[in-house]
Structure formats: C-alpha cells, structure tokens
C-alpha cells in the first residue's frame, strides 16, 4: 500500500508532466524560424479584464548611442499559422539606425542603449491564453511591456 507522500508525489508528477508537454507542444503551430531570424517567445500573465489591457512589442538593439535620438525603422506585420489559426508576428525589413546628427556637447560622452524599432503593429491585444511569438532578425531583441487602462474615463464636448 502506498503512503500518502507517495500518492502526493506520484499526484505532483501526474500533473506537472503534461504542463511540460503542453509547454514543448506549445509551439508545433508556429513555423520554424527562416535563416536569419529568430524565433522569440513570451506570455503574459492572466488578469482579471484582459480586455482593458494591450500589450507593446518592442523590438530593437543595445547600440553605442551619443546625445542624439536613435531609432530602426520597421513594421510589425500579424500573420496567421496555417491550419491553426494562431497568431505571429513578423518584422522583415528593419531600416537603420537613424539618428538625428545634432552636434553634442564636448562633454557628452557616448553610451550603450536599447534602441527601439519604430513603426505599425507593435501594440496589440492582451492574451494570456496563447504565446506571443515574434520573429525577430538575428542581432534583434524582442522585449515587451503591458498597457493597462485606467478607471477615469475623459469626457469630450462639443465646440
């Protein structure tokens, strides 16, 4: 006869080795990552209103940066897996960096900074349910940040 720490233990196994395999299957609708891109992946967390919730995917690269504004130039594009009807997203053609070229003061000395990826597509809808799958060219990260509405609604008038 089995003891109760062994029937827990046996329990735990049961129910923790289909999270992994559903974490390892997880990803079998979404293609393979095309040479030169990366397959990137994160979830979000549930919430309680998901629809007051949008999520920012911020695409870009840590590059020696100076007093100027940096940025890439590029844009999001949501495609559909085929046969399963999941959302991806893919960022082909990135353009730069682009800077600003102001003069900087003598004194400015040059950093290393998270330059963004600016253009359509990267703020889309909350959903903790379904990973967020990117691809990203080689040399590109993919980070994220979540946008919750607030409870004050504003209120417009007439002229």
Not at 2 to 12: C, D, G, N, Q, W
Not at 96 to 101: A, E, Q
Request: charged share 20%; net charge neutral.
């Amino acid at each position: 006869m089995k003891t109760a720490i062994e029937l827990l233990l046996l329990a735990s196994v049961c129910f923790v080795m289909p999270a992994v395999a559903d974490e390892v299957t997880n990803m079998k609708p979404y293609p393979t990552a095309e040479n030169g891109f990366n397959r990137m992946v994160f979830h979000v967390p549930p919430a309680q209103d998901e629809s007051a919730r949008q999520v920012e995917i911020i695409v870009g690269k840590t590059l020696s940066v100076d007093c100027n504004r940096t940025s890439f130039g590029g844009q999001l594009e949501r495609r559909v897996a085929q046969g399963w009807g999941y959302s991806y997203f893919v960022i082909e053609k990135i353009a730069g960096p682009m800077s600003t070229r102001m003069a900087c003061p003598p004194d400015q000395k040059v950093t290393d900074a998270f330059v963004m990826v600016a253009g359509d597509g990267f703020l889309q809808r909350y959903n903790s349910k379904l990973p967020f799958v990117v691809y990203a060219p080689k040399g590109f990260e993919v980070r994220y940040r979540i946008w919750v509405a607030q409870d004050d609604i504003g209120r417009a008038t007439a002229d």
